[in-house]
């Protein structure tokens, strides 16, 4: 099973998670899915976040616009790469690269 699969699984109906919050947020787990999959639909990474589609327009286009996406056509598909480079914006993480937090969370 894929890793983007597995995502979306986590989202289905039946799942259940500990409690009600989650520690990564959902512009972390949209670049995530994204990872996994850079040529997936905004649909499909939504399935996989569990969020809409718009919401996950919103997402990205903010990932575009802050440097840490980008976003090319190829037909009528969008293809999707990551600033791996890009730091994160938060104080206390701005050390950390995107690259190597995707990395981590996929190990």
């Known amino acids: 099973m894929s890793q983007l699969a597995h995502l979306g699984r986590c989202f ?16 972390a787990l949209v670049l995530l899915a994204i990872g996994n999959d850079n040529t997936a639909t905004l649909r499909q990474i939504g399935d996989a976040v569990g969020i809409t589609e718009r919401s ?6 903010e990932l575009v ?16 790469r990551i600033e791996e480079e890009a730091r994160l914006r ?3 993480t701005r050390d950390i690269e995107v690259g190597a937090l995707l990395d981590l969370l996929n190990a």
Do not use: C
């Open 90 to 92: 938060h104080p206390l």
């Open 12 to 27: 289905s109906p039946g799942y259940e998670f500990m409690s009600d919050w989650h520690l990564l947020s959902t512009y």
């Open 56 to 61: 996950t327009h919103r997402i990205v286009a």
């Open 65 to 80: 616009d802050g440097g840490y996406l980008h976003v090319t056509k190829n037909g009528r598909r969008n293809v999707y």
